[in-house]
């Protein structure tokens, strides 16, 4: 089988190809579904009724820290090891992420994988409702998991923290795009989160993370992908900050500039769920 001219295991791997090494003794398939608390589902539920074979269960909530306040901070290192090892996965393999969306969570694992210093990580296109949509194999089996070691090194420069970004908004020498809904950019509507202001960071620019994916929920293709974030009046020769609501669709920002060969980029962790919360942090609306 001729994989798809779009598939690349550090960033974005077909369905196609993700059957065609699905028996690899050294990939690892992780499902990262997570929902909005507005969505009332139940991610680890339906991953034990039904995965694709082999996979283990990242749970975005749980493998976070928890010495924070705010929604699912990237996770310490001690902690992002300890639950590594015990799904099995470590040096040496494969990674494919996927969840039951198409393309919502799994792109937050994929960056919480990279930020680890995993590099041989993709997310799977079109997830699970693509996988299922073809008439592949799924299963409700418990995966055999083995311990397996895993070296970690954290790229502090793939997270930017409020200060930070504080000061990017300030400077103006940095994108800082945000992929919420243009409704909440503006701040039109109230945010999810109860308590949160709403609009967005000043000088910071709206691209919901929905423009970078085609009808049938795949990432478009880098051409379309590059005019999305020129349609969005980003300049690509900047380096770029990604924030959404809590961190989890800014990482879809992160993988379409990836994906078009934009290196310099980070993601902002806490978020809107972190800016939208202090009085003392500027907004702008409209």
């Known amino acids: 089988m001729t994989p798809a001219p779009h598939d690349d295991p550090k960033t974005l791997v077909s369905t196609e190809w993700l059957a065609q090494h699905l028996k690899d003794p050294d990939l690892r398939i992780i499902d990262a579904s997570w929902h909005m608390p507005t969505a009332a589902r139940d991610a680890r539920a339906e991953y034990t009724t039904c995965h694709i074979p082999g996979a283990r269960f990242f749970d975005i909530e749980d493998i976070s820290d928890h010495r924070s306040d705010l929604p699912h901070m ?16 470590g040096d040496g393999h494969q990674v494919v992420v996927y969840d039951s969306t198409g393309l919502f969570s799994a792109a937050r694992v994929w960056w919480t994988l990279r930020l680890m210093g995993k590099t041989d990580v993709a997310v799977l296109d079109g997830g699970l409702p693509k996988w299922l949509a073809e008439g592949r194999e799924v299963e409700d089996l418990p995966p055999m998991v083995r311990d397996r070691h895993i070296t970690v090194q954290r790229q502090s420069g793939l997270v930017k923290d409020v200060t930070q970004v504080s000061a990017a908004s300030k400077l103006a020498q940095v994108e800082i795009i945000d992929a919420r809904a243009a409704a909440r950019f503006k701040g039109e509507v109230a945010e999810p989160r109860p308590g949160l202001r709403a609009g967005h960071i000043p000088n910071s620019k709206n691209l919901p993370y929905t423009d970078l994916l085609a009808t049938d929920g795949t990432l478009k293709q880098p051409a379309a992908l590059k005019s999305a974030f020129v349609a969005a009046g980003i300049d690509l020769s900047k380096p770029a900050i990604t924030t959404c609501g809590s961190g989890v669709t800014a990482a879809i920002l992160s993988l379409g500039l990836e994906r078009i060969g934009h290196r310099d980029h980070a993601l902002y962790d806490g978020s809107w769920s972190e800016w939208g919360m202090y009085d003392d942090l500027p907004i702008a609306k409209g």
Request: glycine share 6%; no cysteine; hydrophobic share 50%.
């Open 74 to 89: 990237a996770p310490p290192v001690e902690k992002f090891i300890s639950r590594m090892r015990a799904m099995g996965v």
